[in-house]
């Protein structure tokens, strides 16, 4: 059984960072794709990004782009999401999962397996 769990989330401030982990057990990672959800309260979960196994392509949800990066330790079976200028849009649980290919996709039906996400809270 694969299990996932995040961490790093908390409250900060308007412009300020939080780097997001995923550990993932059970199975190894390297040879699937990753990804980050999320969903605010009230709103459908979205996407935010991926990486695929080899870290040689990511993929970001154009409300992200330029502030967040995706990367990933595959001997060590994390994902990591790092979040800079965040803003009050921001907040929202964030989910890390796994799709079980190789192609990126932002969609959320196609990844497998998923966490119990880890709360951003950014205020203005």
């Known amino acids: 059984q694969v299990q996932l769990v995040e961490s790093g989330g908390g409250l900060v401030q308007a412009g300020g960072s939080l780097r997001l982990s995923c550990t993932v057990s059970g199975r190894t990672i390297r040879t699937y794709v990753m990804g980050w959800f999320r969903r605010a309260p009230v709103k459908e979960r979205e996407f935010v990004a991926a990486?695929?196994?080899?870290?040689?392509?990511?993929f970001y949800a154009d409300s992200v782009k330029g502030r967040f990066t995706i990367s990933r330790d595959n001997a060590k079976n994390l994902v990591y999401l790092q979040m800079n200028s965040l803003k009050p849009e921001d907040t929202a649980l964030y989910y890390c999962?796994?799709?079980?290919?190789?192609?990126?996709?932002?969609?959320?039906?196609?990844?497998?397996?998923w966490g119990q996400g880890t709360q951003v809270t950014v205020s203005s």
């Open positions: 999962a796994v799709r079980r290919a190789v192609v990126l996709t932002t969609t959320a039906l196609s990844y497998k397996f």
């Open positions: 990486i695929s196994w080899s870290a040689n392509s990511t």
